[in-house]
Every structure is written in C-alpha cells, then in structure tokens.
C-alpha cells in the first residue's frame, strides 16, 4: 500500500447529519420544556454542544452555500432563496464534499444537504419524493374546481387514496392561505397529525438508505450527508409523535412580550410581520392555533429524533463505529409567535442560533459531555472537517477550525460572529452580547445574559453607550474582513 492509500485508509469517517429548520426546541438546549429529543441529548453527552452556534444567513439556501463553501453571503452573493439575492452556486471546486473526495473520501448523501442539486456534490445521493409530509406534489396540488377555495376561509383539498391508503382534505389546520392563494401547489403552512406509518415519510425513508450504506463494506474512508426535512413546515408528523405529547391546552407558548416590536425600527418590524418564510402571528391568533402549531412543531422534533436514534444505533453497530466523526447541525432557528414572527429570515438570536453537536471517534481519547457556550458559526464547520480528517488546506475559508473548542469547551476566544440578512444587514453574536444594524442605520443591542429572549432593545439606552460603541466597532472589523473590498 502507498503512503498515500495508507493516509486515506487511516482517516476517520465522517456522519454530517443537517436538520432542518430547528431551532433550540431540543432537550440538551432546553429551549421548550417539553421537547422529547432523547436520541439528541444522549448524542450531546458523547461529544461537545455549541450552545451559541450561529448561521452566516437564516434561510435555507444562503445558509447552506455559506456552510458547505465555508464562505459568508457577503462573499457569495448567495443571501437569499429567491430574486437577485439568491445569487448563483460557487463553483464546484469550492465545495465540502468535493474537497473531501479529492482527498480520497468515498461521499454520500441523502435528503437536504444542500438546498438543491446535492447529487452533484457526491458520487452517490438519494433522494424522496415525500421530502416535508407523506404527499407527494401531485397529490397536495389543488384542481382548478379547488383553486378558489385556497385563500378563502374554508379551503379544501381532497385527496383520494392518499397515504395509509385513505382519504386526506388538505390544510389539516384549516387555515387560509397568505403567502401563494393563487397557486396550486399544496399549502406548506400547515400542521397537523398524520396517522400513517413510519415509512410513508420522506425522513424514514432518508435514515433506511443510509442505514443501509452503513452496512456496505467501503474501501475509502466515508463521508455520510444525511439531511432531514423534519421540522420544516408543513408540521406534519405520525400520530404517535402527537400522541406523546401533553394535549393542546398544556402546550407551553414561547416567552413573548406584547409590546416586543415598540422598541424597534421600521425594517425591524417589516421582518417580523411579513410571511416571507411561514405565515403571519396574527392568521394563528385569529383562528387560535397557536398551541396546536407548538404542538405540531414539539412533534416534528420528535419525529425527526427517532430517526436520528434509528441511524446512531445502526452506526454504533457497523464497521465505521469506531472511528467516526458525528456532526450534527441545523442550517438556522425558527420563530413560533416571539416578536409575532413565525419562520426564520429575521436578524434575532432564535432565527440565527440553531444546534450544534461534534462528537469525537469512540477509538478516541476525547472530552465528552460538554457544552461550548463560545461564540461559533457554521462556516467554521468546513475548516474543522479540514483538521479533524487532516485534509488538503483551502484557500479563502472565512470560518476558524472548531477543534481547540471540541479539545477544551471551556476555552475564552473573545469571538464575536457574523450573521447576514440580505446586503447590508447584519447581527453580530458574542458570548453574552447581540447587536443588530439594519441596512437603514437602524440598531438594536441585546444583553444576552440577562436577557436572553431580545425583549429590551438597549441601543438607545445611556447606560449601555460604551458598550454599543464597542459591538460597533467589533461589527466593523469583522466585516472588513468578510466584505469585499470595491476596486
């Protein structure tokens, strides 16, 4: 065997494993009270939990580029899902899992890895057509006699023969739609339970194929993408995932505050209020949905950690148990109802911040069951993977390598991280300070220890003068050093 072969037989594996749309609604983060995500917390006690892990922009597409290129939106032009923003995918070269089969990984993926076109990143991918809920497009679509109903009050979608061999009528919560009344594809703001089994859903279906190359002899060392669909909407999930749940009239409501949006300014409040990513606050209120979308939500995390569980078991049983890297991670947050938002694509702390969880090889001598409440992004995730695997450096990475935080969580860095929200938006994340500056020169700044939720707005305030000067001028610095410089 060569030097080489030998350097490539002896790196270790790597189960990237992307969750979408979660937020911190999981037991180990204790974000809800009643979150039921044992698989999750038990995978936390095996490694470190970034408990302030931030994305470079929250929504799908921009976060996901940033991650796998390791490059910020303000580097791409990718800061968005939709228009100009959502700009054009870096080159092929630039990409995580093509860096890694240059350096002899054998790359696979499965589900939502990357917003679209995954397949041409790896040498093998699969893909489902029941990706959010057990319908396909075909069946959530309206017919033309259906169509008028979609934005009215009572709309109806029948499907015949759908699912669990029955019928569905579609929304399952009944509710209007805002966002796409003219259009016929089936309405994504929706939740409800779904009494079919386990594998009529995309997720079940993702976690079997890759059970199922977890059980493949490999000749290189792997690299596993496995992308889950579950929590984003619509909140669709078995029945058994609702029925573990407290009932609808015991669902604890996200910490809000009805005054939330008076402190803040006019692009502030266009980002909570518009129904870009989800519907609006005022649609749940007024047909008094909130506790049943919690619920739905509560039961989409829950679903999709069985799943998780289901694959960590099958690792822990195959050849790759002992020398495997486990990441799991979140592309951004999501709002249910706190400063009367509902989706992600908003600058503050529960769109931006999601899970993030490294856990080392078993073969190895590691730190294990610990929380990092350092400052950390998802763009740091590509050079981590650099070092853990001993990989080919890379040019022009924005992100740093995690692996002194994975050695000692308890490390002071004084780092301060990078959210975007379309050009000239940014939020800036410390370990106990946010600050918020809208493209306007509008600003908010959130003491994060004492008050963790965003409800007072202190840039205006006096007292805390010194301290927005300081998150000013840290903001300032950390975009020279992400924003191009113009010719």
């Known amino acids: 065997m060569s030097g080489s072969a030998r350097a490539e037989a002896a790196r270790p594996n790597v189960l990237f494993i992307a969750v979408d749309d979660l937020n911190d609604w999981i037991g180990c983060m204790k974000g809800h009270p009643q979150a039921q995500t044992p698989n999750m917390d038990r995978l936390a006690q095996r490694g470190v939990l970034f408990t302030n892990a931030h994305c470079a922009a ?46 002899g990984y054998e790359t696979l993926g499965a589900g939502k890895i990357y917003h679209s076109n995954g397949p041409r990143y790896f040498d093998d991918y699969f893909e489902t057509e029941q990706r959010w809920s057990p319908f396909t497009q ?15 009050e009572h709309p109806k979608h029948i499907i015949t023969g759908g699912p669990g061999a029955r019928d569905w009528v579609l929304p399952l919560n009944g509710l209007p739609s805002e966002r796409n009344a003219d259009g016929r594809e089936g309405e994504s703001f929706d939740w409800g339970s779904v009494e079919v089994p ?21 000749t290189k ?39 939330d949006l008076d402190d803040l300014g006019e692009v502030a409040r266009q980002f909570a209020l518009d129904p870009i990513t989800a519907g609006t606050h005022e649609l749940v209120v007024k047909h008094q949905q ?11 995390v829950r ?42 694509w908003t600058a503050w702390r529960q769109s931006t911040r999601m899970p993030l969880i490294i856990v080392p090889p078993r073969s190895q001598q590691a730190v294990r069951g610990k929380v990092c409440a350092e400052p950390v992004s998802l763009v740091d995730l590509y050079p981590t993977l650099i070092e853990l695997c001993d990989l080919p450096t890379k040019e022009g990475l924005s992100g740093v390598s995690l692996a002194p935080l994975i050695s000692n969580p308890d490390l002071k860095t ?27 020169g509008d600003e908010e700044l959130y003491d994060i220890a004492h008050d963790p939720h965003e409800h007072r707005n202190l840039a205006k305030s006096e007292v805390r003068r010194d301290k927005l000067l300081e998150m000013r001028q840290r903001l300032e610095e950390a975009l020279s050093r992400i924003i191009p410089e113009k010719p």
Request: aromatic fraction near 8%; proline fraction near 7%; charge should be neutral.
């Open 198 to 218: 386990d594998d009529e859903m995309g997720d079940t279906r993702i976690t079997d194929w890759a059970m199922q190359k977890l059980d493949t002899p490999h």
């Open 58 to 103: 929250p929504v799908c597409l921009a976060s996901r580029t940033a991650l796998l290129c390791g490059r910020h939106p303000d580097q791409t032009g990718v800061f968005s899902n939709w228009g100009k923003t959502q700009g054009k995918p870096p080159a092929k070269d630039l990409q995580l899992p093509v860096h890694l089969a240059a350096a």
């Open 221 to 259: 060392p792997l690299f596993l993408g496995v992308g889950y669909y579950r929590p984003h909407i619509p909140l669709f999930a078995p029945k058994q995932d609702f029925d573990a749940l407290p009932p609808t009239k015991d669902i604890v409501l996200p910490e809000t505050d009805a005054n």
């Open 138 to 152: 075909k069946q959530a679509s309206y017919t033309d006699a259906e169509l008028p109903s979609k934005g009215s």
């Open 414 to 440: 004084d780092r301060a991280v990078v959210t975007t929200i379309d050009p000239g938006n940014h939020a800036l994340s410390t370990r106990d300070w946010r600050l918020i500056r809208y493209h306007n």
């Open 303 to 344: 679903f999709v950690d069985r799943q998780i569980g289901r694959l960590l078991t099958k690792l822990d049983a195959s050849a790759c148990a002992d020398n495997t890297w486990i990441v799991l991670w979140s592309d951004h947050g999501w709002q249910l109802g706190d400063k009367q938002h509902w989706g992600k």
């Open 290 to 300: 909130w506790r049943e979308a919690v619920r739905a939500y509560l039961a989409c």
